[in-house]
Structure formats: C-alpha cells, structure tokens
C-alpha cells in the first residue's frame, strides 16, 4: 500500500464521516428564513443557557474526577489501590440514561431514599426539602458520573508515560507532591485530558435520552422535537446545524488554548515513578477519593437496578435476550474495528502531510460525535436511499432487474454511521498518543529511507497502541449503548439491547427496562475490565 492509497483512503472516511452533517447543513441552509427567526425569539436562547450550563459543569466534574483519580492510582499505594484502579473505569460501561432511570426510582418522591426519610422522621410531604434529581444539575451528574472515565483513561495512560526524570527534579528542588503533580505532570498530561475532556463535552450536547428524561432543554431535544413531534425537517436541520457550530467553536478554542505547547520525549523513558505508599488518613482518604465516583455511578446504579429487575419477574436467560447480546456485540466489535483503522488513517495523513487541508479534514471527521445519532442516520439515509434508487433504476432499464436496497436497512451502512459518530475517539486518541512524540522521529525514519507507510507502521502503532486499545474500548460499549441511530437504520427484525431497553421505558415500563439495561452494563463490563488491565500492565512492564 503506497503513500496515495494512504491518503484516499484518508479523505475517503473523512468524507463519509462529514457526509451526513453536509446534508444536515444543506437542509438548514435551504429552510426559510421564518423559522430561523422563530427560532431565535423562542426556544433558541433556552437551549443556548442549558447547553453551555451543562458543558461548563460536566468538564469541570469530568477533569476533576478522571484525572484526579488517574494521579492517584499512578503514583500512590493505598488501601485498594490495585482494585480501584480497575473498578475506576467500570461506569463507563452504563448509559447515562440508564443511570437516569435508576436514581430516579431512588430519589424521586415514592423512591426509597424519601420514603425511608419519612418514616424515620415522621414528616409530611411539605414538612421538608428534597432536591430534584429531575434538573439541570440531576443532568450533569448523571454525565460526570459516566463520562469521567474518558478523562480517566486517557490520564491514566499519560502519566504511566511519563518519565520519572522531570517530576523528580522538581522534587529534588523543594517541591511538594501536590505542586510537582501541579507544575510538571499535569502540564505534560494535559494533550490527553483535553482530549477525554473534548470527548465528553461531545457526548454531552449530542445526548438526547437523559435530558428528555430529566426535561432539561437543550440543542439535542429541540432536534428531535422538531424533526419526531413536529415533523418540521427545516427547524430540526437548522438546530442542528447551531450544534453543529458549537461543536467546532469547542474544538476550536481547545486547539487555541493547547497552542504551540508540546512536550516531547527524549529518547528513552529514563526511569518510571516508583508508587509512593500513603498511610494514615490521606491514604483513607485516597481510597474514598477513588471510591466515591465508582459508588455513584456504578455500584449503587447495579443494586438500584437489580431490585428493579426483580419486581419486573423478567428472565434474563429468555432466549430473545441472546439474540438481543449477539446483535449487539456484532455491530460493536465490527464498529470498534472500523472506526478505530479509520481513525489511523485520518490521523496519520493530518500528521504526516500537516497543512489546512489536512487539518479542516481531521477536524471535520470528528465533528460527528457532537451530532444526535438520529441526525446523521437521517443524513445518511438521504443520499444512500437516492443512491439505492438511481442503481435500481438503471438496472430496471438496462437489464431488467431490480436490485431493491442495497445499503439502505444493512449492518453495513448502520456501522458507517456509528463511524461518522464515533470518530472523533479513535481521532483523540491517536493525537493524544503522538502528543509526546517529537516529528522530528517522522523525519530521522523519512531520511532513512521509509516510506510512509512504513513510518506508520513501524513508528506510530507501536507508538500508540495503548491509546487506540482505550479507543477500541470505548467505541464498543458506545456502540452497546448508542440509541437513536440504531433504532431508525437497523435491518428488519435486528434489535439490540438498548432498542429493547427504550421501547420498554418509553411504555413506562421502567421496572422491565432494568433488565436490558443490566445486560448492556454486564456486557460493557468484560472488555473495559480486560482492556484496562492490559493497560496496567504494560504500564507496570
């Protein structure tokens, strides 16, 4: 394979991936004028407010919580520290809508939580203050809860880097732990936690099924009440083209604030940080530091919705349930494959060929993580139904057979849209794993002779292994949990987990959707753990 199929291969998947926000933009672009206006004078300032409310707190929860714990588990022996440092990971594996149905049932007025505080205390109804789990702020802990281990991960693995050299030296200068962790690793970690940060930002103003469910107005609502309830095409296109917009105004000031600081690694690793063994309170203290985001979004989600499941006196080993898994697992390991080589091919043509071509390609690939999956199902729908149509019609006039759908309704065209939606995490996590690495290496490898695809090859995968395994992993339990799109473009008769898990909660059956959404999270569960102690261990290696 030569260094031009490299580069068409590029811009193909960079393409495919922008084709449906193309038709989303065109649609708006084409819709009047009036309902722009409308937009604007009603609804518009609303999803505006939320949107950005939800983005400043889930970053700040997001950064705090993953790359706090990544510090911890990497530099720290504590009580459970080993443990944790797997169990840190394990919310990723539940959606956060799923974590919006559980502490609901929790903490809602008939939930246990109130009930148990009324009979204890003896008050009435109005007799006390309870928050409302079902508000903006319910919201963004319900995503900090699932979305730090973005942060957490690709953390993890940039301190595990690190050479030990820099942080020491500031040591040996009088430095405590906390201002060298403050003025050497964080910095040189910090490619990383933007790049997790950048990553849950995405998937906040692209969810849809937690803030229906928490009736929190924002971008994503507005798109599917205008394109599902209103059947307005045109306002729907143009809300998503605004998140569109915000979508790359984030990437863009995050590129601006990263500017030209860079930290390359000279040669060798030189030596890695020996853990520093805690004792007394902060060594409790760093165990419950640790503990606390696994409770929340995992542990007690798992107790909440198991007793959920057992009202529900649904089976788990009902035969439809194993067709449910298996359908699932198809489309996340073929999704995971495809968009991580994706991902490799978008990210090295942008490294190896840097210009504005290269850079606009890179950016616009990964836009689609920003974008409802019910949109870019529709915007891909769109051009492959008239695509089937023109190959049916000219086949129905030359030789007299009609070739019905080809792409339209196929697992085939269904795992391009979850590439066009996940691209930006195999994108991150390739940029995030040449961070450190100098181009000056690209250049020492071109000189001796290698071609670029050698110097992909024989360079950058190794390099980045580590971070396209966390990409991998993180693309399969999306896909497991991914929703919208699924339901509008999957072939007859070919439901997952989560299909099965919204039909049952949209019929208010909330009890019998615990058992799907069980399921989701188990299967979730065995690749996160296996892939993040692979990731330990290489670390330790």
Not at 387 to 402: C, E, K, T, W
Request: aromatic fraction near 8%; proline fraction near 5%.
């Amino acid at each position: 394979m030569g260094e031009r199929t490299l580069a068409a291969l590029a811009w193909i998947v960079a393409g495919i991936c922008v084709t449906p926000m193309a038709a989303a933009a065109i649609a708006a672009l084409l819709g009047d004028l009036a309902t722009w206006r409308g937009l604007i004078d009603t609804v518009l300032p609303v999803y505006v407010r939320n949107t950005l409310a939800l983005v400043a707190l889930v970053t700040t929860g997001a950064i705090a919580v993953g790359a706090g714990g990544a510090w911890l588990v990497t530099m720290f022996r504590f009580p459970g520290s080993r443990a944790l440092e797997v169990m840190m990971v394990l919310p990723l594996a539940f959606p956060a809508y799923v974590l919006a149905y559980a502490y609901t049932d929790l903490l809602q007025h008939s939930g246990l939580v109130q009930t148990w505080l009324r009979e204890i205390t003896g008050w009435g109804p109005r007799d006390y203050w309870f928050p409302n789990v079902r508000s903006l702020p319910g919201a963004a802990l319900m995503f900090v809860c699932v979305l730090y281990p973005y942060v957490y991960l690709l953390a993890r693995a940039a301190f595990a880097e690190q050479s030990a050299t820099a942080y020491l030296a500031a040591r040996s200068l009088g430095r405590g732990p906390t201002a060298a962790f403050l003025r050497v690793s964080l910095p040189m970690a910090r490619p990383a936690i933007a790049a997790g940060a950048l990553l849950a930002v995405m998937e906040t103003i692209a969810d849809y099924g937690t803030v229906a469910h928490f009736t929190v107005r924002t971008f994503s609502t507005g798109i599917y009440q205008a394109w599902f309830a209103m059947q307005d095409r045109a306002a729907a296109a143009q809300l998503a083209l605004c998140l569109l917009g915000f979508a790359l105004l984030v990437a863009a000031l995050e590129r601006i604030e990263r500017g030209r600081a860079r930290t390359h690694l000279r040669g060798a690793r030189l030596a890695t940080l020996e853990r520093t063994p805690l004792a007394g309170w902060r060594a409790w203290a760093a165990t419950a530091a640790c503990l606390a985001p696994v409770l929340v979004g995992f542990l007690l989600p798992v107790v909440v919705l198991g007793r959920m499941a057992v009202r529900s006196a649904q089976s788990v080993t009902d035969p439809r349930y194993v067709d449910f898994v298996l359908h699932s697992l198809t489309l996340a390991g073929i999704a995971a494959l495809v968009t991580v080589a994706g991902g490799v091919l978008v990210g090295h043509r942008a490294r190896s060929a840097p210009g504005p071509a290269t850079r606009a390609m890179a950016l616009g690939a990964g836009l689609g993580y920003a974008v409802p999956g019910g949109v870019i199902a529709v915007g891909l729908l769109v051009p492959f139904a008239g695509l089937d149509n023109a190959i049916d019609g000219f086949m129905r006039a030359r030789f007299g057979v009609s070739t019905g759908l080809l792409f339209t309704g196929t697992i085939g065209l269904l795992v391009v849209a979850y590439m066009a939606r996940f691209m930006a995490i195999a994108l991150n996590a390739f940029d995030a794993g040449l961070a450190a690495v100098s181009p000056n290496l690209d250049a020492v490898a071109r000189t001796l002779g290698r071609s670029a695809p050698q110097v992909l090859t024989g360079v950058h995968l190794p390099i980045v292994r580590r971070s396209l395994l966390t990409a991998g992993l993180i693309v399969f339990v999306e896909v497991m949990k991914e929703l919208p799109a699924t339901m509008i473009m999957r072939p007859f008769n070919f439901d997952t987990l989560a299909v099965q898990a919204y039909r049952l909660a949209a019929d208010e059956r909330l009890d019998q959707a615990a058992v799907p959404s069980l399921v989701i999270a188990a299967a979730g569960i065995v690749p996160v753990i296996l892939v993040c102690r692979a990731i330990v261990t290489r670390a330790a290696a």
